[in-house]
């Protein structure tokens, strides 16, 4: 399914060596190692799980439609700029998949999208599948794609996406503050 690399990943693309933290049998996140944290990382998973599907109509009533808007042209100039055909994608805090459209139009080879919240990543991959109920109908993506669910701060990625890698694109465009919130 994946395209096929010609060099293997060097050692050092999988993060800082071992040798410099301690091993946490539970994960490599150091900061999640408190138990408010890890509730805190919950209720952020349970917030974007229980959040419903809006309407356009909904949407566009938003008090800060406009900043989404903004928001979203921001990302597709990034993709656009930085993403080139063929290329293997890992999007953290994929959330629902609503850059799915995006990475297709820059034509990317792989797709990968990880999120904390289990219930947007069955609205992605509802959206992948082409089974939304949305208003415009579109053909299937051109890429594959592996959606899981999980805390991208607390997995071992490496481990996990060992044969998914080397990525030529990482993708972090909204996971970022709560994080800082927690830091």
């Not at 690399?5 to 050092?12: A, D, G, I, R, V």
């Not at 080139?84 to 953290?92: E, H, I, Y």
């Not at 069955?122 to 794609?145: I, L, M, V, W």
């Amino acid at each position: 399914m994946k395209r096929d690399h010609s060099e293997p990943p060097s050692s050092s693309s999988f993060g800082p060596p071992q040798s410099k933290f301690k091993h946490n049998p539970e994960g490599d996140a150091h900061f999640l190692e408190d138990e408010s944290t890890k509730i805190f990382a919950r209720k952020v998973a349970d917030h974007y799980s229980a959040r419903t599907n809006q309407t356009l109509e909904e949407r566009e009533a938003s008090p800060i439609i406009h900043l989404k808007k903004l928001n979203n042209w921001i990302k597709s100039v990034l993709i656009q700029l930085y993403a080139k055909r063929g290329d293997a994608v890992l999007d953290l805090a994929c959330g629902k998949g609503g850059d799915l459209i995006k990475w297709d139009k820059a034509k990317v080879g792989y797709y990968v999208g990880i999120d904390i919240a289990d219930g947007s990543i069955e609205d992605c991959r509802t959206r992948y599948n082409g089974d939304a109920d949305h208003h415009q109908r579109r053909k299937k993506f051109s890429f594959p794609a592996r959606l899981m669910c999980g805390d991208c701060y607390e997995v071992r990625l490496d481990r996990i996406l060992a044969d998914d890698a080397p990525f030529d694109v990482c993708s972090c465009q909204v996971c970022q503050y709560p994080v800082f919130r927690i830091i």
